[in-house]
C-alpha cells in the first residue's frame, strides 16, 4: 500500500519530509541506524576530505554536511524538503550553500565539474529510475570525481517480502515512527544487479562495495538490538564509485 502526502495545491508528494522534519531530525540525529551505522561509515568511506569540494545530496539536517565541514571539506547540501533546509541552516549558520533541490525534478543546480565528491545517501531507493538522477551526478563531478552511495540492501526486501521475489525492481511502502510521529515512506527495491549496472551505464567504475559494521561505542548505547543482532546486521550497501 502506497500512502502518500498532500502537497501544495493538492499535489500528492510522495516521502513528504516537510510533514516530519522535526521529529525526523531528532530521531535520526545519534540514533544507531543513523548517528552509529550510516553516517560513520560514510564518512569512513569518504576518508581525507580536507579542501575537497563535496556535494551531499538529501543533506536533511545537515549532520553528515557539519561532520564534513570539521574535517575541512568545502560543503555544499541539497534537499527537496524546505524544512529540512531550515534545520540545517539553523545548525550550518545563514551562510552555508544550501539549495531546495532532489534527483529526478531536473537538473542540478551547478555547473559541470563543480565537485570533487557527491555524497547521495539514503537518497536513491526513493526513485524508480536512475539514469537521468545518474548522468546529472556524473555531470557535476570533476574527471575522477567519487560518488559515495548508500541505499537499503537488496537483501532486505524479499527477507521482509519473501512472496514479492528478488529479481524485479518493485515499489513499496512501510510505516515508520520518528520522536513518536507517524510516517510512511515509499521505496524502490532493485536487486543488485540493476544497481550495479545502473552505475556503469553513467560512467562509473565501482571502486568499493561496502557492508560495514556499527560503528565504535555502538554495541555499549544499543545493547538489545545488537546482542540480538551481532552477527547478522544488515540494514544499507554502500559503494564508492569513480566518474571515468
Not at 555499549?220 to 571515468?244: N, Q
Request: charged share 20%.
Amino acid at each position: 500500500m502506497i500512502e502518500n502526502s498532500a502537497g501544495p495545491a493538492g499535489q500528492t508528494v510522495a516521502n513528504d519530509y516537510d510533514s516530519f522534519a522535526e521529529a525526523y531530525a531528532a530521531e535520526t540525529e545519534a540514533n544507531l541506524i543513523n548517528g552509529y551505522y550510516t553516517r560513520p561509515a560514510i564518512l569512513d568511506l569518504a576518508g581525507d576530505v580536507a579542501g575537497r569540494r563535496i556535494l551531499d545530496v538529501g543533506c536533511g539536517a545537515g549532520p553528515l554536511l557539519a561532520a564534513l565541514r570539521e574535517q575541512g571539506a568545502i560543503v555544499t547540501g541539497v534537499d527537496p524538503s524546505a524544512r529540512m533546509l531550515d534545520l540545517a541552516r539553523q545548525r550550518l549558520g545563514e551562510g552555508a550553500a544550501l539549495h531546495q533541490a532532489g534527483l529526478g525534478g531536473g537538473p542540478l543546480p551547478f555547473p559541470d565539474g563543480a565537485f570533487d565528491d557527491a555524497i547521495v545517501c539514503l537518497v536513491l531507493h526513493y526513485l524508480e529510475d536512475w539514469k537521468g538522477p545518474l548522468a546529472d551526478l556524473r555531470r557535476v563531478l570533476a574527471p575522477g570525481g567519487r560518488l559515495i552511495v548508500a541505499v537499503n540492501h537488496p537483501l532486505i526486501y524479499p527477507l521482509a517480502y519473501p512472496d514479492a521475489g528478488y529479481f524485479a525492481i518493485r515499489e513499496y511502502s512501510e510505516d515508520y515512527t520518528f520522536s513518536g510521529q507517524s510516517a510512511v515512506l515509499t521505496y524502490w527495491h532493485r536487486p543488485l544487479h540493476a544497481m550495479t549496472d545502473a552505475f556503469t551505464a553513467a560512467g562509473f567504475r565501482i571502486a568499493v562495495i561496502s557492508e560495514p559494521r556499527p560503528a565504535p561505542g555502538a554495541h555499549e548505547l544499543f545493547p538489545d538490538v545488537l546482542k540480538e543482532a551481532d552477527s547478522t546486521f544488515l540494514c544499507f550497501l554502500f559503494f564508492v564509485l569513480e566518474a571515468v
